[in-house]
């Protein structure tokens, strides 16, 4: 767990913090550059080289205490509900400029305890968060969004199995080839202790994530036959 350091940071760097500072709440009143639903989660990607205590800490003090944060090696996650991500990208630029930024409010795909006979949800959830790759092939690309588009229809037994494993949400965002898929499981529970639970007697969900195969490939920095990258939550 992240210990707080702000303290000894604003007592030796003060000289450097108060300009940055200054700048930050300059930019909060730069114009939204679009407006998203306060019940839609947006994802914001931050790719830094440096990834110390120091990063970790400067990065929680600048977000929402209702937004969290995650990292894998050097891409971290701020996960909002607020939906207002867009002015702490703006806010990050410009007080960290070595930052690269990605937005992620493409929601192309939402399963939901709507999609399950008891639709009764957990009062509190914790979140899985990966990252993949498509392939480079664009017909390939919408191979996979069709396959997504009509999952419910077509492939009812996923929702079935994402019932089964009590997931509380799975949801899935787009940035050109790039992937974030976030499942959020009640707190307190464990993703590999529920997983198992979506192929029970559902050999479809196998036969699903085969297909799904040929069109992920790992992001850049992750090992050779790996495809997602988890990201670990910093607290």
Not at 65 to 74: A, G, H, I
Not at 107 to 113: D, E, G, P, S
Not at 215 to 235: D, L, N
Request: aromatic residues 12%; charged residues 25%.
């Amino acid at each position: 767990m992240t210990k707080s350091v702000l303290t000894q940071l604003f007592g030796l760097r003060k000289v450097v913090l108060l300009p940055a500072l200054l700048l930050l709440f300059s930019c909060q009143d730069v114009q939204k550059k679009e407006e998203v639903s306060k019940t839609q989660p947006v994802i914001l990607e931050l790719i830094s080289t440096d990834t110390s205590e120091t990063t970790n800490t400067w990065l929680k003090s600048f977000i929402k205490d209702d937004d969290q944060l995650y990292r894998w090696k050097s891409h971290y996650i701020v996960y909002s509900q607020s939906g207002d991500v867009g002015t702490l990208q703006d806010s990050l630029k410009a007080v960290f400029p070595q930052f690269e930024t990605k937005l992620y409010d493409n929601l192309y795909y939402n399963f939901n305890r709507q999609h399950c006979d008891d639709t009764t949800t957990a009062k509190e959830w914790e979140h899985t968060i990966l990252t993949a790759n498509l392939v480079a092939d664009t017909a390939m690309q919408r191979e996979y969004m069709n396959y997504h588009e009509t999952q419910f229809e077509e492939w009812p037994e996923l929702s079935k199995g994402f019932c089964n494993a009590s997931f509380q949400q799975l949801i899935m965002f787009r940035n050109g080839r790039q992937l974030i898929l976030v499942i959020s499981i009640p707190k307190g529970e464990s993703l590999d202790k529920l997983n198992p639970k979506t192929t029970e007697n559902n050999p479809r969900v196998d036969e699903w994530n085969k297909l799904m195969a040929k069109y992920q490939e790992g992001i850049e920095g992750t090992k050779e036959g790996e495809v997602w990258a988890a990201f670990e939550s910093i607290k």
